[in-house]
């Protein structure tokens, strides 16, 4: 019953115990396609990884749910955690992640984002 982090945890899990469900939980802040992943698992299909499009629509949505819930300036303090483990892949220059890290300005990532899911 939770702390389940990989699909792998998950199988093995099922296959111990017999049990019908796993519990997925903070493992998925951090992830947020391993359920999608663990279903595969227990389904025997191939997981498809996130697209770049997928990841950045997240991102995009969870940004702006943010900046509503908390406003602009607190809510993007509050994003700027999740940017590195949203971003993992999508081979984001280091300076453009170290200024992204360190701005204050809703405006700058939203442009950017923005930016992103246009190239």
Same mark, same amino acid.
């Given at each position: 019953?939770?702390?389940i982090?990989?699909?792998?945890?998950?199988?093995?899990?099922?296959?111990a115990?017999?049990?019908?469900?796993?519990?997925?939980?903070?493992?998925?802040l951090?992830?947020?396609?391993?359920?999608?992943?663990? /279903?595969a698992? $227990?389904?025997?299909?191939?997981? !498809?990884?996130?697209? #770049?499009?997928?990841? *950045?629509? &997240?991102? /995009?949505?969870? $940004?702006?749910?943010?900046?509503? !819930?908390?406003?602009? #300036?607190?809510?993007? *303090?509050? &994003?700027?955690?999740?940017?590195?483990?949203?971003?993992?892949?999508?081979?984001?220059?280091r300076?453009?992640?170290?200024?992204?890290?360190?701005?204050?300005?809703?405006?700058l990532?939203?442009?950017?984002?923005?930016?992103?899911?246009?190239?």
């Open positions: 019953n939770g702390d982090s990989t699909p792998a945890q998950a199988l093995a899990l099922r296959s115990s017999g049990c019908a469900g796993v519990m997925i939980g903070r493992a998925a951090k992830d947020p396609w391993l359920i999608r992943a663990t /279903q698992a $227990f389904s025997g299909q191939a997981y !498809q990884e996130p697209t #770049r499009q997928e990841r *950045l629509d &997240f991102m /995009q949505r969870h $940004f702006e749910a943010m900046l509503k !819930q908390h406003g602009e #300036r607190v809510g993007t *303090l509050l &994003f700027r955690r999740w940017l590195p483990v949203y971003s993992r892949g999508l081979q984001i220059k300076a453009t992640m170290i200024a992204l890290l360190q701005s204050a300005q809703a405006d990532l939203r442009t950017w984002l923005q930016e992103q899911r246009t190239s």
